[in-house]
């Protein structure tokens, strides 16, 4: 059903891409979790890069570099996923609060504990889109299960190189 826009009298036509209210509702609770995990990653990739130091801080400052790089590109394609599925994107600290599954940190570790959080924090944002392709996959949602299948090879590439810097 078509409603009118505030701004003008010209009704706005409802969504209609072949994805239902419902399943468009349920992909994009589950998309704004994907989005609060990322963006929560890239704070503390971005505070790991500012404050590393020792022995490879050179290597370790590049590569958190190349890292929340990436991930403040991937915040931007998944929120707008969400508004193309016609739902608002969480963006306060507030709300990605509540919906992130990313333990922050609350000091600054050390250049081998930073590794192994972003390890974690990677797979944590693995497994958060992992758990939302069903929805995608069930409503035939191919966009959002392109971008899902996107998030996940990035992550787990990333957690597994930094892995092996620990070994």
């Not at 826009?5 to 036509?13: E, G, H, K, L, R």
């Amino acid at each position: 059903m078509a409603k009118k826009s505030a701004q003008s009298a010209v009704a706005v036509p409802a969504i209609d891409i072949g994805i239902g209210e419902k399943d468009r509702t349920k992909i994009a609770a589950g998309l704004s979790r994907v989005l609060a995990d990322t963006y929560t990653l890239y704070l503390k990739t971005h505070n790991f890069h500012w404050n590393v130091t020792g022995p490879m801080f050179n290597t370790l400052h590049l590569m958190f570099e190349q890292q929340y790089n990436e991930l403040a590109l991937a915040v931007d394609a998944i929120a707008e996923r969400i508004r193309a599925l016609g739902h608002p994107a969480p963006g306060s600290y507030k709300a990605y609060a509540k919906l992130s599954s990313i333990v922050e940190a609350d000091d600054v570790p050390s250049a081998e504990e930073m590794i192994a959080e972003l390890v974690k924090g990677n797979e944590t944002v693995a497994k958060t889109a992992r758990s939302v392709f069903p929805a995608a996959e069930k409503a035939s949602d191919e966009s959002t299960a392109d971008l899902l299948t996107q998030r996940m090879q990035v992550h787990e590439k990333t957690a597994w190189m930094l892995r092996s810097m620990l070994e």
